[in-house]
C-alpha cells in the first residue's frame, strides 16, 4: 500500500466515534531509529487517526505465567535486546501509565484472572512503534502480556473482552509479525527490496486471503492452515498478537493492509488496520 492509499484510509477513518484497532509487524528493534517506508507509515498512522485517549498493546515480547497489566504511573523504556548500537540503548519512551484503565481492564476480563504488574514497563515491540506512531509519548499507554499457558483460542476468545475499549477511545495495537523465523534470516538481504523465500511468500498470502475473508477459526488454528506454517509461525509468540486484534473486528469493519513486504526471506512486515 502506498503512501497516498493510507491518508485516504486515514482520513475515512478521522471522525468515527469508534476507535481502529492496529496490528503492526515490528520487525527489527532498529526500526525504532530508522526513517524508513515502514516508520514513515507508523508515523502517518498516529498523526491520521483520531488522537487515543489511551493506548493498549499487547507486545510479542512479553510472556508470562498467567496474564498481567501494566499498572504503574511511569512505565520504564525495556531495552529487551543486545548487540545493536548504543543509540538505540538510548531511547526512552516516557509515556504514562494508566492504572485506573488497567484496573477496569482487570475487572471486566472476568472469569480470566488479570494481575496487575508493577515492574515490567514498556519492551521494544511497544516503544519500538509508538515512537513514530505518537513520537512526543503524550498518550497514556499499558501493556498486556501474553499468558503462555493459553492456548490460540483461548487468546481470541480473552481478547473478546476487551472489544469496549474501542467505545471508550482507547486504541488497542498487537505488536508481533505474520511471518517471523529469525532463524533462517537471509542478513545480508536485509536491504534488498521485498526479499521473501517462496514459502513465505506463500503463507503471507494465505494469511492475508484468511484475514480479508474473516475465517478467524482458521487463523487461531493456524498450525493447520498450511504446510509451512511452521516455518513461518516456529513459535507463537509473534504471532499471537494478531489474534487479539481479529478478535475485536466488529462484523461492518473494514481491513487494510500496509507495510505489507518481506525482509530478509523468513520476516514480514505486514501490518493492518481495522475498522
Known sequence: MKIDDLKYIAEKFKNTQKMPVLFIGHGSPMNAI??????KNW??????????NAIVCISAHWETNGTQITAMENPKTIHDFGGFP?????????????????????????????????????????????????PNANIPVIQLSLDYKK???????????LNFLRHKGILVIGSGNLVHNLKMIKWDKLNESEYGYEWANEISLIFKTN?????????????????YSNLAIPTPEHYLPLLYTLALQD?????SFFNDKAIGGSLTMTSLLIN
Open 34 to 39: 530508522e526513517d524508513n517506508e515502514f516508520t
Open 43 to 52: 508515523n502517518l498512522i498516529g498523526k491520521s487517526i483520531q488522537r487515543p
Open 86 to 134: 548504543k543509540e538505540l540503548f538510548d531511547v526512552e519512551y516516557p509515556a504514562k501509565g494508566n492504572q485506573k484503565l488497567a484496573e477496569e481492564i482487570k475487572n471486566t476480563a472476568a472469569p480470566t484472572e488479570i494481575i496487575l504488574d508493577y515492574n515490567w514497563g514498556l519492551d521494544h515491540g511497544a516503544w519500538s512503534i509508538l515512537k513514530h506512531l505518537y
Open 151 to 161: 492456548t490460540s483460542n483461548s487468546h481470541y476468545e480473552f481478547a473478546k473482552n
Open 211 to 227: 484475514i480479508i475473508n474473516g475465517n478467524h477459526k482458521a487463523l487461531i488454528d493456524y498450525n493447520n492452515l498450511s504446510r
Open 251 to 255: 462484523r461492518n469493519d473494514s481491513i
